[in-house]
């Protein structure tokens, strides 16, 4: 070991050994706690960055920014509370009259004030439109399918099969909103078939269910695979993720969104 610069060489030389042995003992020490200073200092700033990185300035997902500061309260308004006077108002577009399915006239019979009979028009009357979705009832088609014993020949001929009639016992009307529920809704199995059953008057088992996922998964890959494409031929496409869980797994779902 060098004698340290705080000594002169003859103070140092002068020195008693035994103090020479603390002095060093103490100069490692001491190097010791400055490099784990150093270290936990090193891990302040990593954690410090860590906790500043937010969904805007790295690719976390905004459901992990912290929570935001609360804002002080502004004083209460005197306005009250709804739609100012002058504002426009926003209210549901009208369909077409030549697009409903049924027009319901209602006209007074006689005047309020004096009864007479009252008969005419309004140029401009005041409509109403009500939605409403007709009661839900499965059509059932059954196929009776014959074969006959040819009289001439004895040779047996069944009847051909329809084109576009499936072979199993529902329809792709059936199919459809099953894979829209658990694919694009989310929505488990066991729900979906409750909903089918209560809602549409359709039962079926939940094991059925699976494979209609796959049959819709293959039948959309063309269109999907077209799509995918002309993202990727886009200048611009604007990106997004979310997290979620797999089972017992963290998953991350991104999305890319053009103008199209």
């Known amino acids: ?28 020490r001491v190097e010791a706690l400055e490099a784990m200073v150093q270290a936990l ?18 690719s976390r997902p905004p459901s992990s920014d ?12 005197k306005r009250r509370r709804g739609g100012q006077p002058g504002h426009p108002g926003h209210t549901r577009t009208l369909i077409p009259v030549e697009e409903v399915d049924e027009v319901v006239v209602l006209k007074p019979e006689q005047c309020t004030h004096c009864q007479a009979p009252l008969s ?15 009661p839900i009832k499965p059509v059932v088609t059954e196929y009776q399918w014959h ?8 040779e047996v001929t069944r009847a051909p099969w329809p084109t576009g009639v499936p072979s199993g016992p529902y329809g792709p009307r059936v199919q459809a909103p099953v894979a829209l529920y658990t694919g694009a809704y989310r929505s488990a199995k066991r729900p979906t078939q409750q909903m089918m059953d209560e809602v549409c008057g359709v039962p079926m088992s939940v094991g059925t269910i699976g494979p209609w996922e796959q049959a ?4 959309v890959a063309a269109p999907v695979e077209e799509a995918r494409r002309y ?29 199209w």
């Not at 797994?249 to 999305?255: E, Q, Y």
């Open 41 to 58: 200092q090193e891990h302040n700033r990593a954690l410090q960055e860590q906790l500043n990185q937010t969904s805007r300035n790295s």
């Open 216 to 219: 819709t998964t293959a039948a």
């Open 231 to 259: 993202v990727h031929e886009q200048a611009v496409a604007h990106l997004d993720e979310t997290s979620g869980r797999q089972g017992d797994k963290r998953a991350w779902l991104w999305v890319a969104v053009t103008s």
């Open 120 to 134: 005419g028009d309004d140029p401009k009357p005041w409509r109403h439109q009500v939605i409403e979705l007709p």
């Open 147 to 154: 074969q006959l014993v040819c009289a001439a020949c004895g």
């Open 66 to 77: 912290p929570p935001q500061p609360v804002r002080p309260r502004r004083p209460r308004s």
């Open 1 to 28: 070991m060098e004698t340290p610069p705080a000594f002169p060489h003859e103070v140092w030389e002068r020195t008693p050994s035994e103090a020479q042995a603390y002095i060093r003992a103490l100069e490692a």
